[in-house]
Nanobody, 126 residues
Framework: VQLQASGGGLVQAGGSLRLSCAAS????????VGWFRQTPGKEREGISC???????YYVDSVKGRFAISRDSAKNTVYLQMNNLQPEDTALYYC?????????????????????WGQGTLVTVSS
């Protein structure tokens, strides 16, 4: 499966963006799809993941602000990001792998994903 992430941009604090992760070469249904972000000098952080409508994951820093969803017809996963803050500035990646989102420590970990899209840059100005 090849992934294409898009939707990043420049937004003022308090604004919104919707990121898209479009897949080709295979269906995303029944696969875990995660969103990660990375800033210079820091490790890639898993922030949200979807397996099914009943199996969603968010890290505390984005809970209540970000929402992950899937459109099976478009073979695309979205990340709606609301009330963006300067600390959300990062390169955002989507990834997929098996049918689970977390490692044994219950973390959305890069180790459980094996197919990555290119990053899309989100910049939030204060």
């Amino acid at each position: 499966v090849q992934l294409q992430a898009s939707g990043g941009g420049l937004v003022q604090a308090g604004g919104s963006l919707r990121l898209s992760c479009a897949a080709s070469g295979g269906a995303l249904d029944y696969r875990a799809v995660g969103w990660f972000r990375q800033t210079p000098g820091k490790e890639r952080e898993g922030i949200s993941c979807i397996v099914s409508l009943d199996d969603l994951y968010y890290v505390d820093s984005v809970k209540g602000r970000f929402a992950i969803s899937r459109d099976s017809a478009k073979n695309t996963v979205y990340l709606q990001m609301n009330n963006l803050q300067p600390e959300d500035t990062a390169l955002y990646y989507c990834a997929t792998g098996g049918n689970y989102c977390t490692d044994r420590s219950d973390i959305i970990s890069t180790s459980v994903f094996n197919s990555w899209g290119q990053g899309t840059l989100v910049t939030v100005s204060s």
